[in-house]
């Protein structure tokens, strides 16, 4: 079964990087791809980065563009997100998620979660 667990969450200062890492802990499977989602309370789970098994595709959120970056292997089931210039709006839980079919920037195309790791950058 999909397990995901991520790790790499803290508190920084705005202007300051992290690093995000998922990984499947419940084995390998043959993924379509995996993505970076976040939330806050009160919002929706947001679309933050994703990769593509086939191809490798990246897909990033118009609101990190330039400040983050996506990098996997999809095959091991293994996700990072390198977070750079980080900035107040960016505090939220961070979640990694698998796909086996669908439009990787949707919540709805993912079929597991992880538990989220948050990140809290201070102004």
């Known amino acids: 079964q999909v397990q995901l667990v991520e790790s790499g969450g803290g508190s920084v200062q705005a202007g300051d990087s992290l690093g995000l890492s998922c990984a499947n802990s419940g084995g390998t499977f043959l993924l379509h791809g995996m993505g970076w989602f976040r939330q806050v309370p009160g919002k929706e789970r947001e679309f933050v980065a994703a990769?593509?098994?086939?191809?490798?595709?990246?897909y990033l959120a118009d609101s990190v563009k330039g400040r983050f970056t996506v990098s996997g292997d999809i095959a091991r089931n293994t996700l990072y997100l390198q977070m750079n210039s980080l900035k107040s709006e960016d505090t939220a839980v961070y979640y990694c998620?698998?796909?086996?079919?669908?439009?990787?920037?949707?919540?709805?195309?993912?079929?597991?979660w992880g538990q989220g790791t948050q990140v809290a950058v201070s102004s």
């Open positions: 998620a698998a796909s086996f079919f669908g439009t990787l920037t949707l919540r709805s195309s993912y079929a597991y």
């Open positions: 990769i593509a098994a086939n191809g490798g595709t990246k």
